[in-house]
């Protein structure tokens, strides 16, 4: 498992795509927090605090992640390797392990940087260090919980086919209803006393709560949820095709 890791992690930083999609994380981030002219924009806006990044991020990661995930499993298939993968001396839950915490270390890699951010609005502040460390770093940990939610769901979108576009539009699709269309499900107040219920059942709900700052173990637990939730549902998926 470790060796096909590795293999992932090489793969992703020998290739553009690697650093295609960190350079692109970065740019996007970095010219709406300070270049242009938004409400995102920290110079404008006043304030010592970064939470324009986590407000940006996630919208950029449903574009991103599903373009990092959708030749995990498709283009194993399409090339016709799966069928090689399959026969090594791995199950296939490690084969799914592998190529997921890949994707993930490349979410996280692509995050590191973005702390210089905080570390300029620390100094920048006025005392140098008036900053809300706790909402940033809880802000930081929900980011990373998001974008490994978002890889389990591109991993399993390209575990059901053999092309990356279709592949990169299902992830994208379950991905945008995780993290919006629970939120607004529960907007149309449909379903009573069970709209809290519904409202819990997307991202943004437990991702805004850890942004707070204060680590929930109900948000720690919905994320791994649905982490294994999509793992299992790819394994289940290569296991139907494989028999």
Avoid: C
């Avoid at 791995?90 to 890699?109: H, R």
């Avoid at 802000?139 to 592949?167: H, K, P």
């Avoid at 997307?202 to 999509?230: A, E, P, Q």
Wanted: hydrophobic fraction near 55%.
């Amino acid at each position: 498992m470790y060796a096909l890791f590795v293999k992932e992690v090489k793969s992703f930083l020998s290739s553009i795509t690697g650093f295609v999609v960190i350079g692109t994380f970065l740019s996007l981030t970095g010219l709406f927090l300070w270049v242009f002219d938004t409400d995102f924009n920290i110079p404008n806006y006043g304030y010592a605090n970064v939470n324009g990044l986590f407000i940006l991020s996630p919208f950029v990661f449903l574009f991103l992640i599903p373009a990092i995930t959708m030749r995990s499993f498709s283009e194993e298939k399409r090339s016709g390797t799966i069928e090689l993968l399959l026969t090594r001396p791995l199950s296939d839950i490690q084969i799914i392990l592998a190529k997921y915490f890949a994707a993930v270390i490349l979410v996280i890699l692509s995050l590191l940087p973005t702390l210089i951010y905080y570390f300029s609005v620390y100094r920048l502040g006025m005392p140098p260090g008036n900053i809300d460390s706790g909402g940033f770093w809880g802000s930081f940990i929900g980011l990373v919980f998001l974008g490994a939610a978002f890889v389990a769901i591109g991993i399993f979108a390209s575990s059901l086919t053999v092309n990356q576009v279709v592949s990169f539009i299902i992830a994208i699709v379950l991905s945008t209803f995780f993290y919006m269309g629970f939120e607004m499900i529960y907007s149309f107040s449909l379903f009573g006393k069970f709209d809290l219920f519904i409202e819990s059942l997307g991202i943004s709900s437990h991702y805004t709560s850890i942004s707070r700052g204060v680590i929930d173990t109900r948000d720690v637990i919905y994320f791994l949820s649905l982490i294994t939730l999509f793992l299992g549902l790819t394994w289940y998926s290569l296991g139907r095709r494989k028999w």
